[in-house]
């Protein structure tokens, strides 16, 4: 049987996946600047195999990121039981919404939209309330 890959694996890959989209990098084309196939892509995101060091290294240089943040955040007490926000932080919504959010300079629209997400999680919040 399998062991369940290193929580140090799976932080890696997680963050090679969130500045994948981040810059809007397919999975087929990363592997394509790095020489691997999608598959080999995926594989590395979801943790199941380890990246050396050097595909590492391949990896940043063409995100365009230092190698170094692969390990930006990572703790010696990882968490191996992520909640549904941790999973959505991670996810391609997750990572689209927070990039094109980011992307808006304007500090005030920023904030209207928080407001306007919280309004209607509250009031979503209340329909299911009343159906029960």
């Known amino acids: 049987m399998k062991e369940a ?11 090679i996946r969130i500045k994948r989209l981040m810059r809007k990098v397919s999975q087929t ?6 020489g691997v196939t ?19 290294v391949e990896i940043a240089g ?4 230092d190698v170094r943040s692969f390990f930006e955040d990572i703790s010696a007490n990882a968490n191996d039981n992520p909640t549904p926000s941790d999973e959505f932080v991670v996810s391609r919504d997750g990572v689209l919404l927070n990039a094109a959010f980011l992307s808006i ?3 005030q629209v920023r904030k209207k939209i928080v407001k ?3 309004a209607i999680a509250g009031m979503e919040q209340i329909e299911s309330e ?3």
């Open 62 to 65: 063409a995100l365009d990121v």
């Open 116 to 118: 306007l997400v919280q």
């Open 105 to 107: 300079k304007n500090e």
């Open 38 to 56: 999608f598959q080999q892509i995926q594989k590395y995101e979801k943790g199941s195999n380890r990246v050396s060091a050097s595909m590492l």
């Open 130 to 132: 009343a159906a029960e």
């Open 5 to 15: 890959p290193h929580t140090v694996d799976v932080h890696v890959g997680k963050t």
């Open 29 to 34: 084309e990363l592997g394509d600047r790095v």
